[in-house]
């Protein structure tokens, strides 16, 4: 009970208008609108409880794409028998169709039938399933199995 009474947020309720059941079948709802103090608690949780999942997020996404870098320098153009521009060639295949599949995956993801965890989820099923599919190709030569990670994004 005390800690209702020192809370910053009120629990007032709204008074709605007489007519509020042909408001409300019309789509109008009548809300209160925050105080500055309590858009600020708000702000504030939302912050302390994503800005750490979104910190980690970004980590793991600037190691993936630097991780060729370092695989680099660890010694894959030897590993694969790359030729001198096989690296830049690598690079360029990868990144072309990540970059041009990502404005069209975004746009998807934000139609309102199609849920992101579902989209995502069926994304990273149906590359697993590619994946097992082509095992066949790692007997192949360099150039062919930079020209099939082209294909399947």
């Not at 409880?49 to 993936?64: A, M, N, R, S, V």
């Not at 030897?78 to 069209?104: K, Q």
Request: glycine share 6%.
């Amino acid at each position: 009970m005390a800690d209702a009474e020192k809370s910053p947020v009120s629990n007032e309720k709204i008074a709605l208008p007489s007519s509020s059941s042909n408001d409300i079948s019309r789509g109008e709802i009548a809300y209160a609108t925050p105080t500055a103090q309590e858009h600020r608690i708000l702000t504030n949780k939302i912050d302390i409880k994503l800005t750490p999942i979104l910190g980690l997020l970004y980590l793991i996404c600037f190691l993936d794409r630097t991780n060729i870098a370092n695989a680099r320098i660890a010694g894959l153009t030897t590993g694969l028998n790359m030729p001198a521009n096989g690296y830049n060639t690598a690079l360029w295949v990868f990144y072309i169709p990540f970059v041009l599949a990502e404005v069209p995956s975004n746009m998807i993801m934000a139609l309102p039938k199609i849920r992101p965890n579902l989209w995502l989820g069926g994304q990273c099923f149906i590359l697993g399933k590619w994946f097992l599919y082509t095992q066949w190709y790692l007997r192949l030569s360099w150039l062919k199995q930079v020209s099939w990670q082209c294909v399947k994004g």
